[in-house]
């Protein structure tokens, strides 16, 4: 989700074969296409009113890294490439064709012609420049963009539709991150506000629809965009989009956004949860969900922290977890317990599950190895502190909360004595940066695994503060590999490192499941598991 609860993430003669090979996702349950299941011919007008439940505060496409509100300010702004869902490879949006140097260090793209943001200005390979010139000054929340173009060494204008993007070394996930909404291409007059006047008034992006009105916690309405005519080369319809206008609202409750749903007041609600699911289905509504890839849902442990620089305690955490009951109790049917740090649906995944069962005695012996014994309160304690730990959490999602209150009851029954504590979703980039945590619980989603190097090397964010090891050179290498095949190694042993030193603990893959009226149609998983609602219909 961060999608850090949500935040963080990061495909070239080589180009398709790693695109493909690297790329491939699967979708988990139904999804995608006619969300409806009727008939009839796709029809323009009409209020889309999209239940979400929570906002992170900011309408920035490049600041943005929590799911619901990506759902939103995706739709204002287009990138230079597309993703397929189905097969991963990359195909054309705003850039008609590109170029890829063997090393791939260099990335040329052709722009096509005719594109205008909606304050009238010209998509030209200055603005792209201008955008990517500026993404790395966007500090703490733009970690996501600013990870993606890591490395680079210039953006070059070569003429007025070509721009040539070079970095300092091979950069294998570029391609991919052009993507995504964090790349998104703003007008140069967006390009020259800061970070916090693009975060509270929004942006001018050339995408399907722009933002009208955002009351922060409230709601964020955006209107069809007149004269579009340049959307990805996925999309089935050309020219403007069929809706009016896209009405997002926040309603924290999920039982609320259920009812809301039911009695048609919205027409599509946002993380719908097991206690939900058995009054959507059937009726008016289909559920539609999907495996999100990237990070999974877990806890961000600071090994900075005296308790964590001990391998043992960490690695007791990640035993005395029970994944399987927290996936079947808490959240949506289909959900999958953690079986690495990167969800099935990731490029490279590796199988670890051996490396993350519940074993409650291995998890016991691991702490009485690292010194903690047990007190009469049954919670553990060394050198008269308490074995203790506060998780910081963030209202993004609802199954947050009751996964944690698990978690909690089970490392209570190792003797851990843990505290959880929520705060703001828009105090999770901070928190993160500034290292003010023992634990946090997120997840960041991306289709590409440098999302590893984005969110563990310890050269960029090194969000979980990690020691320098050889996890850096793995990172490293990774993306600085053409060969499919090699990356594909280098991947699997980051991930093998992550999850043997337990620098992370990772419990469950992230289902995205949305409640979806069967009025409404085509309302489509883009490659993130994230929303293009340029094809939506109703009728």
Same mark, same amino acid.
């Given at each position: 989700?961060?999608?850090?609860?949500?935040?963080?993430?990061?495909?070239?003669?080589?180009?398709?074969?790693?695109? @493909? %090979?690297?790329?491939?996702? @699967?979708?988990?349950? =139904?999804?995608?296409?006619? !969300?409806?299941?009727?008939?009839?011919?796709?029809? =323009?007008?009409?209020?889309?009113?999209?239940?979400?439940?929570?906002?992170?505060?900011?309408?920035?496409?490049?600041?943005?890294?929590?799911?619901?509100?990506?759902?939103?300010?995706?739709?204002?702004?287009?990138?230079?490439?597309?993703?397929?869902?189905?097969?991963?490879?990359?195909?054309?949006?705003? /850039?008609? =064709?590109?170029?890829?140097?063997?090393? /791939?260090?260099?990335?040329?793209?052709?722009?096509?012609?005719?594109?205008?943001?909606?304050?009238?200005?010209?998509?030209?390979?200055?603005?792209?420049?201008?955008?990517?010139?500026?993404?790395?000054?966007?500090?703490?929340? +733009?970690?996501?963009?600013?990870?993606?173009?890591?490395?680079?060494?210039?953006?070059?204008?070569?003429?007025?539709?070509?721009?040539?993007?070079?970095?300092?070394?091979?950069?294998?996930?570029?391609?991919?991150?052009?993507?995504?909404?964090?790349?998104?291409?703003?007008?140069?007059?967006?390009?020259?506000?800061?970070?916090?006047?693009?975060?509270?008034?929004?942006?001018?992006?050339?995408?399907?629809?722009?933002?009208?009105?955002?009351?922060?916690?409230?709601?964020? %309405?955006?209107?069809?965009?007149?004269?579009?005519?340049?959307?990805?080369?996925?999309?089935?319809?050309?020219?403007?989009?069929?809706?009016?206008?896209?009405?997002?609202?926040?309603?924290?409750?999920?039982?609320?956004?259920?009812?809301?749903?039911?009695?048609?007041?919205?027409?599509?609600?946002?993380?719908?949860?097991?206690?939900?699911?058995? /009054?959507?289905?059937?009726?008016?509504? @289909?559920?539609?969900?999907?495996?999100?890839?990237?990070?999974?849902?877990?806890?961000?442990?600071? $090994?900075?922290?005296?308790?964590?620089?001990?391998?043992?305690?960490?690695?007791?955490?990640?035993?005395?977890?029970?994944?399987?009951?927290?996936?079947?109790?808490?959240?949506?049917?289909?959900?999958?317990?953690?079986?690495?740090?990167?969800?099935?649906?990731?490029?490279?995944?590796?199988? #670890?599950?051996?490396?993350?069962?519940?074993? /409650?005695?291995?998890?016991? =012996?691991?702490?009485?190895?690292? +010194?903690?014994?047990?007190?009469?309160? +049954?919670?553990?304690?060394?050198?008269?502190?308490?074995?203790? #730990? %506060?998780?910081?959490?963030?209202?993004?999602?609802? @199954?947050?909360?009751?996964?944690?209150? #698990?978690?909690?009851?089970?490392?209570?029954?190792?003797?851990?004595?843990?505290?959880?504590?929520?705060?703001?979703?828009?105090?999770?980039?901070?928190?993160?940066?500034?290292?003010?945590?023992?634990?946090?619980?997120? $997840?960041?989603?991306?289709?590409?695994?440098?999302?590893?190097?984005?969110?563990?090397?310890?050269?960029? !964010? $090194?969000f979980y503060h990690l020691p320098p090891s050889s996890l850096d050179t793995a990172l490293s290498e990774q993306a600085a590999t053409v060969d499919p095949a090699k990356r594909r190694q280098l991947v699997g042993e980051a991930q093998q490192l992550i999850v043997q030193n337990a620098y992370y603990a990772p419990v469950v893959e992230l289902q995205t499941q949305l409640g979806v009226s069967k009025k409404v149609h085509d309302l489509d998983f883009d490659a993130s598991s994230r929303l293009q609602l340029h094809d939506t219909w109703i009728g």
């Open positions: 989700m961060i999608a850090l609860p949500h935040v963080r993430t990061s495909r070239w003669a080589a180009l398709t074969a790693v695109v @493909t %090979t690297s790329a491939l996702l @699967t979708a988990c349950g =139904s999804g995608g296409g006619d !969300a409806g299941g009727g008939t009839g011919q796709p029809r =323009s007008g009409g209020t889309l009113t999209f239940a979400v439940g929570s906002d992170s505060g900011c309408v920035d496409p490049q600041q943005v890294a929590s799911n619901e509100t990506i759902y939103s300010v995706r739709q204002i702004v287009d990138s230079l490439t597309d993703q397929d869902p189905k097969t991963g490879k990359i195909v054309p949006w705003l /850039a008609k =064709s590109w170029d890829v140097s063997p090393d /791939a260090t260099t990335f040329t793209f052709h722009l096509r012609s005719g594109v205008t943001f909606s304050d009238g200005s010209k998509l030209t390979a200055q603005v792209v420049k201008d955008n990517f010139d500026a993404v790395p000054k966007l500090g703490a929340l +733009g970690t996501l963009a600013e990870g993606y173009l890591s490395g680079v060494k210039s953006t070059t204008v070569v003429d007025p539709l070509t721009v040539k993007v070079t970095f300092s070394q091979p950069n294998a996930q570029f391609l991919q991150a052009t993507s995504t909404h964090s790349l998104g291409i703003e007008s140069s007059a967006s390009v020259k506000k800061t970070p916090q006047q693009k975060c509270s008034d929004g942006v001018t992006g050339s995408g399907p629809f722009v933002l009208k009105q955002y009351v922060q916690n409230q709601s964020l %309405t955006l209107a069809r965009r007149t004269g579009y005519a340049w959307g990805s080369s996925l999309w089935s319809k050309k020219g403007e989009a069929y809706l009016d206008k896209l009405v997002f609202k926040v309603v924290p409750e999920a039982g609320v956004r259920a009812g809301s749903l039911q009695s048609g007041q919205v027409d599509a609600v946002a993380s719908v949860g097991k206690a939900n699911e058995a /009054a959507l289905k059937g009726g008016q509504v @289909t559920l539609q969900r999907r495996a999100n890839p990237g990070v999974v849902f877990g806890l961000g442990l600071n $090994n900075s922290r005296p308790l964590f620089k001990d391998a043992k305690v960490r690695q007791a955490i990640l035993h005395a977890i029970d994944r399987q009951q927290i996936a079947d109790t808490v959240f949506p049917t289909g959900t999958r317990p953690a079986t690495s740090v990167l969800a099935h649906t990731t490029p490279d995944y590796t199988d #670890l599950a051996s490396g993350l069962t519940f074993d /409650a005695s291995k998890a016991k =012996s691991l702490l009485d190895a690292a +010194g903690w014994k047990t007190g009469s309160d +049954g919670i553990r304690a060394k050198g008269g502190q308490k074995l203790s #730990l %506060t998780i910081k959490w963030f209202p993004n999602a609802a @199954t947050n909360q009751p996964a944690l209150e #698990l978690v909690q009851q089970q490392l209570k029954a190792v003797g851990v004595d843990v505290a959880l504590k929520q705060l703001q979703v828009t105090q999770f980039a901070p928190t993160l940066q500034s290292g003010d945590y023992d634990a946090v619980w997120g $997840n960041v989603t991306r289709a590409d695994p440098d999302i590893l190097r984005s969110s563990f090397s310890t050269e960029l !964010a $090194n």
